[in-house]
Nanobody
Framework: QVSLAESGGGLVQAGGSLRLSCAASGLTFGWYTMGWFRQVPGKEREFVAAVEPNGVNTASAVSVKGRFTISRDNAKDTVYLQMNRLKPEDTAVYYC?????????????????WGQGTQVTVSS
């Protein structure tokens, strides 16, 4: 059974930083593109960033480019999202996700497994 367990969310002031982690189990981690999406109530889930199995090829949303960095440790079956210079509009539930197909996707339907999510709240 596949499990994606997010951690690291919380409350932070604008301009601050948080590091999200996602520990994966039940899948061959090194075969999967890993990603982060976020969602606020009443809106669709929004792509944040993704990293391919090699850990080199990444993609990120324009809204977070230059502030957020995605990385992975295949030895630990873990993907990270380092979030710097946080803004109130970054407030959302952040979801970890895994994709079995090659490449990255900005569409949530392109991913196979999802975590339960972790809340990130940025105060102004």
């Amino acid at each position: 059974q596949v499990s994606l367990a997010e951690s690291g969310g919380g409350l932070v002031q604008a301009g601050g930083s948080l590091r999200l982690s996602c520990a994966a189990s039940g899948l061959t981690f090194g075969w999967y593109t890993m990603g982060w999406f976020r969602q606020v109530p009443g809106k669709e889930r929004e792509f944040v960033a993704a990293v391919e199995p090699n850990g080199v090829n990444t993609a990120s949303a324009v809204s977070v480019k230059g502030r957020f960095t995605i990385s992975r440790d295949n030895a630990k079956d873990t993907v990270y999202l380092q979030m710097n210079r946080l803004k109130p509009e970054d407030t959302a539930v952040y979801y970890c996700t895994a994709r079995s197909k090659a490449g990255t996707s900005w569409n949530s339907e392109g991913y196979d497994y999802w975590g339960q999510g972790t809340q990130v709240t940025v105060s102004s």
